[in-house]
């Protein structure tokens, strides 16, 4: 109920009160994918993360550009798998029980611009803060500047609802200035192929150097710490690197981004696939989440805020 995804009353009410119906086969098989496709992005990816990111993020003096720039990446994944896969797993949980969550994620990682990230990322939180937080201030009605006004107000207060600190609030702004930039630019899809292609893959380079980046405040609310993590980046300051890490992260990276577009390709067809093969995947998959699972137990992010 804290994290997410968080539902309108007027939506999930309704559903709590209502009479309850044995769910079917097919709402229990879908449900156990939800759950354990996000036991898969917690544990393996998310959980795996943690210890270096922590590590080389917490005693940011003792290591390479290399080793902080890699770690700042993790987090990055971190905080997707983390989250992502809780909200996936309330949902698969809910449907169990006969309430139906909205998606609070969609791929944010394939997205080709800052607008389309946060159409993508947290997709309930922002909904909320749409409609009663920009909306009611204007929206995009009325001059431009106002409407870059409303998106600045909107996102500072969404990075301040995440804590009281300077991080944060320069998490919201720096989203806000994007998100300006983004409306700014209008860039139109051209019709050539090649063209298209170029515009979609510089959108996509530039929204996660930019989602990345804001990623260093958010994980550092302490502003100090943010700073000494970029001057130490832009010096290209010597300490350890060991190549465990970065091949850990890399291989988070190309998990990550192969899980999701699984979910795109390979989901639809896998719903509509004979139970065997699910059954299958399923098995694939506890075996790897069993296998990697930390012996700790590695909190929720999210539960924090």
């Known amino acids: ?22 769910p079917d086969i097919e709402h229990i098989q879908s449900a156990i994918f939800l759950i354990v496709i996000g036991l898969f992005r917690k544990i393996v990816i998310a959980d795996t993360l943690a210890p270096v990111v922590n590590r080389i993020l917490g005693n940011q003096s003792s290591f390479d550009w290399k080793s902080i720039f890699l770690a700042s990446v993790g987090f990055g994944l971190q905080i997707y798998g983390d989250f992502a896969g809780y909200s996936s797993i309330a949902r698969g949980v809910s449907r169990l029980l006969g309430i139906e969550m909205m998606v609070n994620f969609r791929q944010p990682y394939l997205a080709t611009s800052i607008t389309d990230f946060w159409r993508r990322w947290h ?30 107000v909107v996102m500072v207060i969404a990075g301040l609802w995440h804590g009281a600190a300077f991080g944060f609030l320069i998490w919201g702004f ?3 200035i994007f998100l300006v930039v983004d409306k700014r630019l209008k860039i139109s899809r051209p019709s050539n192929k090649v063209l298209l292609f170029t515009t979609v893959s510089l959108g996509w380079v530039a929204t996660q150097v930019c989602v990345f980046f804001a990623w260093v405040f958010f994980r550092n609310p302490n502003l100090n710490d943010a700073i000494s993590l970029i001057k130490s980046l832009l010096h290209r300051n010597g300490g350890v690197f060991e190549i465990g890490d970065g091949l850990l992260v890399m291989s988070a990276f190309l998990l990550s981004f192969s899980l999701d577009l699984a979910e795109i390709h390979l989901g639809p067809r896998l719903n509509r696939g004979p139970a065997l093969i699910k059954g299958l995947v399923l098995g ?22």
């Open 284 to 305: 694939a998959l506890l075996v790897v989440i069993f296998t990697l699972k930390s012996s700790s137990v590695v909190p929720f992010i999210y539960f924090r805020f």
């Open 174 to 176: 720096l989203h806000g």
């Open 123 to 152: 997709i309930s939180l922002s909904s909320w803060f749409r409609e009663y937080l920009y909306i009611p201030l204007g929206g995009n009605r009325g001059k431009p500047y106002k409407t870059y006004l409303n998106l600045l």
């Open 1 to 22: 109920m804290a994290a997410g995804p968080i539902m309108p009353a007027k939506v999930l009410l309704p559903q709590i009160s209502a009479k309850k119906v044995a």
